[in-house]
């Protein structure tokens, strides 16, 4: 795999990661019935997408 | 009112954040090998780290007297806990700080048994789709009658308790549910008669206005 191709990769999970993160960090000041529902499929979906991403990045490189 | 706790974890996945968003825009940062580590732990370690701690505070908040009354169907419930009555026993509970404020629903609506915990919160999800999806039954029934375990785990062995020749009589049947302690102390969560009932001027149940 090509330096490119990693660099791009890692650009995206960093996407991935920081997204998850700011919507982790947004349902903290949030109070609603919704909070763990929204940290944990949408924040922590972000996140594992952006890791996974970055594991398969360096491994297949 | 935000917790200095969540306020510190905050910062720190802000922190985070711009760490990652830095590496993925300066790839080049990870051709050494302090780059590697680093990148490693910004978009490994620390992100699942930051997931499971922030994991572990919602669940935590999930237990708060707020997040309950978080849910429209659970503002009468929480008003029933101002009910001026010394026989309506959630609101003397509440009243009296016998239970914390800050933990009232929580207190006595888990299990106290090894896996009550993890149950209450599973529950709590089945509410969530419940709330959203289905249909809320009116009045709101538990899933089980009432097990005294949830009181006798703090009653037991009181003064308050131990005092009550009733309670010595009858102490195997209330251990073994075979008496349930709600059938002299059933005044509770009176939620239909609210309206008829003189309330405590005291602070709300989870802080709403």
């Known amino acids: 795999m090509s330096v490119e191709v990693l660099h791009r990769r890692l650009k995206l999970s960093s996407l991935l990661v920081s997204a998850g993160l700011a919507v982790e960090v947004a ?11 929204a940290f944990i499929l949408v924040g922590g979906t972000l996140v594992g997408m952006g890791v996974l991403l970055y594991l398969y990045s360096i491994v297949s490189r | 009112m935000i917790s200095y706790v969540d306020q510190g974890l905050a910062a720190i996945a802000i922190g985070l954040i711009a760490l990652v968003l830095l590496i993925g825009y300066r790839p080049s940062l990870t051709d050494a090998r302090g780059g590697k580590v680093l990148a490693f732990l910004s978009f490994f370690i620390l992100p699942v780290l930051a997931t499971w701690v922030g994991t572990s505070e919602h669940l935590q908040h999930s237990k708060s007297t707020g997040f309950c009354m978080s849910c429209h169907v659970m503002e009468p419930y929480g008003q029933s806990l101002r009910i001026d009555d010394p026989s309506h ?85 209330l251990a073994s549910n075979e008496t349930s302690c709600l059938e002299c102390h059933g005044d509770i969560h009176d939620v239909h008669a609210l309206a008829d009932k003189p309330m405590w001027s005291g602070p709300e149940p989870g802080g709403a206005p």
Request: aromatic letters at 14%; hydrophobic letters at 30%; proline letters at 4%.
């Open chain 2, 89 to 173: 026993i959630p609101a003397v509970h509440y009243q009296n700080k016998l239970i914390s404020r800050d933990e009232t629903c929580y207190t006595c609506h888990t299990s106290y048994t090894m896996f009550g915990g993890v149950k209450s919160k599973l529950q709590g999800m089945k509410h969530v789709y419940i709330y959203y999806l289905g249909t809320v039954s009116d009045p709101i029934e538990l899933y089980e009658p009432y097990q005294n375990r949830e009181c006798l785990h703090c009653h037991d062995g009181s003064r308050s308790f131990e005092e009550q020749e009733l309670h010595l009589d009858i102490r195997g049947e």
């Open chain 1, 27 to 37: 349902t903290l000041f949030w109070s609603h019935p919704l909070t763990f529902v």
